[in-house]
């Protein structure tokens, strides 16, 4: 079986990041240095309950604000992904999963399809969760969703502390993942049209 990983370094004026992604690392052995200590808390949760080692390193222009972090670090997983996937065979494709964190609820479902599209309602109350901005968690999701070309919906269902909301949004996509990713043995593209992105 090939090893489903992959290395990548993205560099712009705003950030520098150096990534590498192993789909099949159990989850254990993730180094993930972002500057942000929520993102981190976030990408760590993501990885453990994937099934991912993720080591990623991120320089940011964290003196204007945590926009570019946030969302180059989610740009580059997300084409991390892509790159491991290629024509994305013997994999279920489909995936959806709850999690909760105490009283919160999320739900997240994805079709790893070739086709980008996000819909995320985290409800977040607060303006930032530590030095994160809440618009930029969504944007997270959003910015994933686009360079890995899959469909990612989630729904945080209830709960009262903001942190409890994001972080069971985090662990029910990398749930989700966890069973779209999961490989077949069919070897054959999951699509009827025999080609996935079309």
């Given at each position: 079986?090939?090893?489903?990983?992959?290395?990548?370094?993205?560099?712009?004026?705003?950030?520098?990041?150096?990534?590498?992604?192993?789909?099949?690392?159990?989850?254990?052995?993730?180094?993930?240095?972002?500057?942000?200590?929520?993102?981190?808390?976030?990408?760590?949760?993501?990885?453990?309950?994937?099934?991912?080692?993720?080591?990623?390193?991120?320089?940011?222009?964290?003196?204007v604000d945590d926009h570019h972090t946030?969302?180059?670090?989610?740009?580059?997983?997300?084409?991390?992904?892509?790159?491991?996937?290629?024509?994305?065979?013997?994999?279920?494709?489909?995936?959806?999963?709850?999690?909760?964190?105490?009283?919160?609820?999320?739900?997240?479902?994805?079709?790893?399809?070739?086709?980008?599209?996000?819909?995320?309602?985290?409800?977040?109350?607060?303006?930032?969760?530590?030095?994160?901005?809440?618009e930029n968690l969504t944007h997270f999701?959003?910015?994933?969703?686009?360079?890995?070309?899959?469909?990612?919906?989630?729904?945080?269902?209830?709960?009262?502390?903001?942190?409890?909301?994001?972080?069971?949004?985090?662990?029910?996509?990398?749930?989700?993942?966890?069973?779209?990713l999961a490989q077949d043995g069919s070897?054959?593209?999951?699509?009827?049209?025999?080609?996935?992105?079309?």
């Open positions: 079986m090939t090893a489903r990983q992959t290395s990548l370094e993205r560099k712009t004026s705003e950030t520098e990041i150096t990534l590498s992604l192993h789909l099949d690392g159990a989850g254990q052995k993730s180094t993930i240095e972002t500057g942000l200590g929520f993102l981190d808390h976030m990408l760590t949760a993501l990885s453990r309950h994937a099934g991912w080692s993720i080591q990623l390193q991120c320089k940011g222009d964290l003196p946030v969302e180059d670090c989610a740009l580059a997983l997300g084409q991390a992904l892509d790159r491991i996937l290629g024509e994305r065979r013997g994999i279920r494709r489909f995936g959806s999963a709850y999690a909760p964190l105490d009283e919160a609820l999320a739900r997240a479902v994805v079709d790893l399809s070739g086709r980008p599209h996000a819909s995320v309602s985290l409800g977040l109350e607060r303006g930032r969760v530590g030095a994160v901005a809440a999701f959003q910015s994933l969703a686009m360079t890995s070309r899959s469909a990612i919906h989630v729904d945080v269902i209830k709960g009262e502390n903001d942190h409890h909301r994001a972080e069971a949004a985090f662990k029910a996509l990398a749930l989700a993942l966890r069973e779209a070897g054959s593209v999951p699509s009827t049209k025999g080609v996935l992105g079309g």
